[in-house]
């Protein structure tokens, strides 16, 4: 069965510095992609980043990135220059094909002015 | 915006009702995907329908049903409704149920309390 886990339940970092966000997945299936979800007060669920575990490369949209590695089972996200609006619950999830998103935890990130 | 839309935004009922939470994918996408999200249990998936058919099943109790219309839209309906079945109730949709992974873009949810 797929797994997510996130360690850690909070957070807290100070405005502009980085932070980074862990994942780890557990599945036999090589073909699998890692999602990140932010999730403000508000309750909605915003899509950050995909990996796909074929890409060859680290995805980056804007200030986030993926720190992926397959052979740690790791997809740890990456905030650069974090921002006030960055305060959420962040949600890693996996998914092999079109399947179901499996999620973890969930982690919540406050940033301190 | 993420394009799904969701309605109602906000539903009050009492126990043993039954409710009809409702979802429009973006445009062009075929994937339906319903979610719910409760403090004990999290997020888990409950339902997937592609084009109008079934696709997967997750963990959905048998007092809930789901279909996707041949506009696209979805339809979860609740029923016999308990205590325990308050919570956030996502719609999400994808542009493919076939193939490699792909995002899924969620609507802004459903927020369902039960008294």
């Known amino acids: 069965a797929q797994k997510i886990t996130q360690t850690q339940p909070g957070m807290f970092v100070q405005e502009k510095e980085a932070v980074t966000l862990d994942c780890t997945y557990d599945?036999?299936?090589?073909?699998?992609?890692l999602f990140w979800y932010k999730q403000p007060s508000s309750g909605e669920m915003i899509f950050l980043i995909y990996q796909g575990s074929y890409d060859q490369q680290n995805a980056t949209e804007g200030r986030y990135s993926l720190n992926f590695q397959k052979a740690r089972k790791s997809a740890n996200l990456v905030i650069s220059a974090s921002q006030l609006g960055d305060s959420a619950m962040y949600f890693c999830?996996?998914?092999?094909?079109?399947?179901?998103?499996?999620f973890g935890q969930g982690t919540r990130l406050t940033i301190n002015p | 915006d993420s394009g799904v839309t969701q309605t109602p935004k906000h539903l009050i009922t009492a126990t043993g009702q039954r409710v009809t939470l409702r979802c429009s994918p973006r445009s062009g996408d075929l994937s339906v995907y319903w979610y719910q999200q409760s403090l004990d249990q999290g997020l888990q998936f409950l339902i997937q329908?592609?084009?109008?058919?079934?696709?997967a099943k997750g963990n959905i109790l048998e007092r809930f049903s789901a279909q996707q219309f041949p506009d696209l839209h979805s339809e979860l309906n609740l029923s016999s409704l308990e205590l325990g079945d308050s919570a956030l109730y996502f719609c999400a949709s994808s542009s493919t149920g076939l193939g490699y992974s792909y995002e899924q873009y969620f609507g802004p949810g459903t927020r369902l309390t039960v008294t």
């Open positions: 329908y592609y084009n109008g058919e079934e696709r």
């Open positions: 599945t036999s299936d090589p073909s699998y992609g």
């Open positions: 999830a996996g998914g092999q094909g079109a399947q179901k998103l499996v």
